[in-house]
């Protein structure tokens, strides 16, 4: 009787006339069955379940690879952008000290600027702005360095990184056409001797060379000196008159700008010719006696706003 109550009997009875057919499980294997069912779909719950998490887990991570990938486009961009206008900012101050080395001054007494390159680099280099995107830069190759970084804080600091340096190349610009004007007006302005040889009258009062009594203004000073040498333009600009005009013979007048004229007289030809440009230190023409003379020699004038003004002030 126990027995009977722990086993159960199974019984197949077919559709034919074949005999049926049963048989006895115990109490003991039914549980196990049933066990191992109902673990079987605990573990099919289970496994379905961290499927779904895996897959909800790997959309995330696809979106972050996404994410990540347009944020490092775009520290890309901006270390691009900024290894641009930092090579900018170096060809400028390259040619500033390149002024300042033709003026024979410190660039810094030209342009006092906030930052220079070199300054920034330090700045970028001590504040890290770019959390690693701004790690080397030479002179013969800026080079921006861009780790595997992302966040909005790295991008707001490059982003703000960027805005500084596009407002510090224009004002370096505008500094540079204030050197440029600057060297243009230095070099227009007359500033050297215009012929070797010793001054033999100055500018002023004198007495008429050519006159045995009297007294003239002299408007220009003469410079004694070869025959035939070389005369040179003592400012950069445009010959305005080449040809004969009375007392002063063979003429050169040159016009500077910034209000400068120069006069060189008493010529035995020419070397420029009119509407010419000249430079500073050209040859323009050859000394000799033409005109109204007791000799050899230039007449120089510097005329400033139309008045003749003392040359020598202006022979450094």
């Known amino acids: 009787m126990s ?48 499927y779904l998490n895996a897959s909800r887990v790997a959309s995330v991570v696809d979106e972050l690879r996404e994410v990540n990938r347009a944020q490092e486009d775009v520290i890309n961009s901006l270390a691009f952008e900024a290894n641009k ?15 300042a080395h033709r003026l024979g001054v410190e660039s810094e007494s030209i342009v006092q600027a906030p930052y220079s390159t070199y300054h920034l680099l330090d700045y970028f280099a001590s504040h890290e702005p770019l959390d690693g995107l701004l790690q080397e830069y030479n002179d013969s190759n800026s080079t921006l360095y861009v780790g595997a ?10 982003t703000n990184n960027i805005a500084l340096l596009q407002s510090i190349v224009p004002e370096r610009t505008d500094m540079l056409d204030v050197v440029e004007n600057y060297i243009v007006e230095a070099e227009a302005k007359p500033s050297v001797w215009p012929a070797r040889g010793r001054i033999s009258s100055g500018f002023g009062m004198r007495p008429i060379p050519y006159a045995r009594s009297g007294y003239q203004f002299h408007t220009g000073v003469d410079i004694i000196g070869s025959y ?14 080449a040809d004969y005009r009375g007392s002063f013979g063979h003429l050169i007048i040159i016009d500077h700008g910034y209000g400068f004229h120069t006069f060189y007289a008493h010529l035995s030809g020419y070397g420029v010719t009119e509407g010419e440009l000249v430079q500073k230190g050209q040859i323009i023409g ?16 510097v005329h400033y ?12």
């Open 305 to 316: 706003k139309g008045l003749p003004v003392n040359p020598y002030n202006y022979m450094n």
């Open 85 to 99: 206008l930092i090579a900018q900012m170096a060809e400028i101050d390259m040619m500033v000290e390149m002024f």
């Open 3 to 50: 027995a009977k109550k722990r086993s159960f009997t199974v019984m197949i009875v077919p559709h034919s006339e074949e005999a049926t057919y049963s048989f006895r499980l115990s109490l003991y294997v039914v549980q196990i069955a049933l066990l191992l069912v109902a673990a079987g779909v605990v573990g099919f719950c289970v496994l379905g379940f961290s």
């Open 149 to 158: 970084v992302s966040g909005e804080d790295v991008l707001d600091r490059a």
């Open 228 to 241: 035939g040498s070389p005369i040179v333009a003592t400012g950069a600009g445009e010959v305005v008159f």
């Open 286 to 301: 050859y000394m000799g006696a033409s005109g109204r003379t007791t000799g050899t020699h230039l007449h120089y004038e």
